[in-house]
T-cell receptor
């Protein structure tokens, strides 16, 4: 039981490049989330999903897109990376509402 | 606008003593609260939760207190251990899913 995994762990991009971050969970959770963590800012919600095929915007969605084609996977895409997107990205999953969220180990992204 | 605030960036406590971490929120619709612990280069790990129908929840050495009128919650760790040294985040939700996180408090437990 791997829990929540994230791929890749580290990535360096140049401004304007695109990439996709993959989150996978093996707990059959309905809800999945993408957060970013910046120094002094805590974790901020980017996008989330309440089930396969659904996505919704969080607190800071601009510049990101997501897809949830399979229940176990939640993808975060950056179409044209900007230095302001340099951050640590965390994925989380949740079985149902009013339960704890389980987090992945994070992806450290640097945009030059 | 930060809806969840942790006003103490850091806290140092002697081993064996009580650690008290505080969290304030502004949204009166928040009804579910979580505390997470985070080590460097790892994802946050769930510690304890509380819903707004309670004012206290205990799990071993960890107790969370909720004061709805003051929009304040606190995490008590008794006794504190060196392994508790980490960053602690509180999080709040109005519908049990979208969570707003505080900026974290770095706890150091001194042996």
């Amino acid at each position: 039981n791997a829990g929540v995994t994230q791929t890749p762990k580290f990535r360096v991009l140049k401004t304007g490049q695109s990439m996709t971050l993959l989150c996978a969970q093996d707990m059959n959770h309905e809800y999945m989330y993408w957060y970013r963590q910046d120094p002094g800012m805590g974790l901020r919600l980017i996008h989330y999903s309440v089930g396969e095929g659904t996505t919704a915007k969080g607190e800071v969605p601009d510049g990101y897109n997501v897809s949830r084609l399979k229940k176990q996977n939640f993808l975060l895409g950056l179409e044209s990376a900007a230095p302001s997107q340099t951050s640590v990205y965390f994925c989380a999953s949740q079985w149902t509402i009013y339960n704890e969220q389980f987090f992945g180990p994070g992806t450290r992204l640097t945009v030059l | 606008d930060q809806q969840v605030k942790q006003n103490s960036p850091s806290l140092s406590v002697q081993e064996g003593r009580i650690s008290i971490l505080n969290c304030d929120y502004t949204n009166s619709m928040f009804d579910y609260f979580l505390w997470y612990k985070k080590y460097p280069a790892e994802g946050p790990t769930f510690l304890i939760s509380i819903s707004s129908i309670k004012d206290k929840n205990e799990d071993g050495r960890f107790t969370v207190f909720l004061n709805k009128s003051a929009k304040h919650l606190s995490l008590h760790i008794v006794p504190s251990q060196p392994g508790d040294s980490a960053v602690y985040f509180c999080a709040a939700s109005a519908e049990g899913n979208q969570f707003y996180f505080g900026t974290g408090t770095s706890l150091t437990v001194i042996p």
